[in-house]
């Protein structure tokens, strides 16, 4: 999809607060009201703009474990991904999966409210799988830096 400058300005706008009304963007970004809403429809159509979600302080809503768990496989078949990709993508624990390159297949963001729940969701939900051959924790200590807007602007 080909962006214009106003097309970037309005997404980068969008990514920073979506409560504001169309009137006000419109304004922001130098478009008419009627032009604003049509181009936010026709980015929902394409799949631009995926959905509009609040974003939540884990900790503040009782999440105070974060880890990121790398995942190996044991063996590498289209049918064990489809089943650890499927089984992982129900998992309301997982925040992201991604598969990646190297010595493991995966790695997931994953939260929990304390240390118990994260060994019962590790032991139960991804030791006990069967393609799993084993897990690797590395627990977050702090958060430096969390955004969800891509670099639209330049």
Same mark, same amino acid.
């Given at each position: 999809?080909? =962006? *214009?400058?106003?097309?970037?300005?309005?997404?980068?706008?969008?990514?920073?607060? *979506? *409560?504001?009304?169309?009137?006000? =963007?419109?304004?922001?970004?130098?478009?008419?009201? *009627? !032009?604003?809403?049509? @181009?936010?429809?026709?980015?929902?159509?394409?799949?631009?703009?995926?959905?509009?979600? /609040?974003?939540?302080?884990?900790?503040?809503?009782?999440?105070?474990?974060?880890?990121?768990?790398?995942?190996?496989?044991?063996?590498?078949?289209?049918?064990?991904?489809?089943?650890?990709?499927?089984?992982?993508? =129900? =998992?309301?624990?997982?925040?992201?999966?991604? !598969? #990646?390159?190297?010595? @493991?297949?995966?790695?997931?963001? #994953?939260?929990?409210?304390?240390?118990?729940?994260?060994?019962?969701?590790?032991? /139960?939900?991804?030791?006990?799988? /069967?393609?799993?051959?084993?897990?690797?924790?590395?627990? #977050?200590?702090?958060?430096?830096?969390? !955004?969800?807007?891509?670099?639209?602007?330049?």
């Amino acid at each position: 999809m080909k =962006l *214009t400058r106003t097309d970037r300005r309005l997404l980068a706008e969008l990514q920073r607060d *979506t *409560t504001r009304n169309q009137g006000e =963007l419109a304004e922001i970004v130098g478009m008419s009201r *009627t !032009s604003c809403w049509r @181009r936010i429809r026709d980015f929902e159509e394409a799949g631009l703009i995926q959905r509009q979600v /609040a974003l939540l302080d884990p900790k503040l809503a009782g999440f105070n474990i974060q880890v990121l768990l790398l995942v190996a496989m044991k063996e590498h078949s289209d049918e064990n991904r489809q089943n650890f990709e499927r089984h992982v993508s =129900l =998992l309301p624990e997982v925040m992201e999966c991604f !598969s #990646v390159s190297g010595e @493991r297949d995966y790695l997931l963001q #994953v939260i929990a409210r304390d240390m118990d729940s994260y060994n019962d969701f590790l032991n /139960a939900q991804i030791l006990s799988h /069967a393609a799993v051959r084993s897990a690797s924790s590395t627990f #977050v200590l702090r958060r430096v830096k969390y !955004s969800t807007a891509l670099p639209l602007e330049p």
